[in-house]
Structures are given as structure tokens and as C-alpha cells.
């Protein structure tokens, strides 16, 4: 991939990854998973207040925090493609960590009721 999460190294992937075992695709969805998972937390989903004030002013401020070309959304795919590509079904797997944002309840201690 090259460390560019695009559309096209997405799909090399789990080309790659669909000429594997289903094991395998399961593994890696699951190991993703957590690794989203862990990763939405507070610390890393919001910035300082400083550098949120100053994109109101410069938005050039911002741009070390985006990407217009490799959002990685893409990867979100990957097992989904990877297991149709090897088994010719629809995946439905359901992985053990849930990487919807908010999903790690430790990592948004503020929001929990």
C-alpha cells in the first residue's frame, strides 16, 4: 500500500488478502478492528483548543490534521471485499470490537452516562 490507504491499494489488498484462507480475512478484520477501536478515544479524536481556535483564522493550521486524498475509509472494506473475493458470499461477520466513534466507552470517559 505503500502507506496511502486509496481506493485502488485497498482493493491489491484484499485481493491479496482474498487468496488467503477465510481464517485469515477473519483475522485481519478482527485485528482492525481493535486497532480502530483502541484508537477512538478523546486524546486522539480532538484537538487542542489552541489548534481548534486557530483554524478560524488560518485554515492552513488544519491541514496537518486531514487528508482530501487518503482518509483511509477505504480499509473499511477490505475484509468485506477480501472474503467475497474468496468465497463468492456477502460477508457478515461481526467483528468483537465495534470501531463506530464513541464505540470505546473507555476512551470517552466525559460521555458516559
Same mark, same amino acid.
Given at each position: 500500500?505503500?502507506?496511502?490507504? @486509496?481506493?485502488?491499494? %485497498?482493493?491489491?489488498?484484499?485481493?491479496?488478502?482474498?487468496?488467503?484462507?477465510?481464517?485469515? $480475512? $477473519?483475522?485481519?478484520?478482527?485485528?482492525?478492528?481493535?486497532?480502530? =477501536?483502541?484508537?477512538?478515544?478523546?486524546?486522539?479524536? !480532538?484537538?487542542?483548543?489552541?489548534?481548534?481556535?486557530?483554524?478560524?483564522?488560518?485554515?492552513?493550521?488544519?491541514?496537518? =490534521? !486531514?487528508?482530501t486524498?487518503?482518509?483511509?475509509?477505504?480499509?473499511?472494506y477490505?475484509?468485506?471485499?477480501? =472474503?467475497?473475493?474468496? @468465497?463468492?458470499?456477502?460477508?457478515?461477520? @461481526?467483528?468483537? =470490537? %465495534?470501531?463506530?466513534?464513541?464505540?470505546?466507552?473507555?476512551?470517552?470517559?466525559?460521555?458516559?452516562?
Open positions: 500500500m505503500n502507506g496511502e490507504a @486509496t481506493q485502488a491499494s %485497498c482493493r491489491r489488498l484484499a485481493e491479496e488478502l482474498g487468496r488467503r484462507p477465510v481464517h485469515d $480475512i $477473519i483475522g485481519f478484520a478482527e485485528r482492525h478492528a481493535e486497532a480502530l =477501536y483502541r484508537l477512538d478515544q478523546v486524546k486522539v479524536g !480532538t484537538l487542542p483548543q489552541a489548534v481548534w481556535e486557530s483554524v478560524f483564522f488560518d485554515v492552513d493550521k488544519f491541514t496537518p =490534521y !486531514t487528508s486524498e487518503y482518509d483511509g475509509e477505504w480499509l473499511l477490505v475484509p468485506d471485499q477480501a =472474503y467475497e473475493l474468496a @468465497t463468492g458470499k456477502e460477508w457478515d461477520h @461481526t467483528t468483537r =470490537y %465495534c470501531f463506530e466513534t464513541f464505540s470505546n466507552t473507555d476512551g470517552w470517559p466525559h460521555l458516559r452516562s
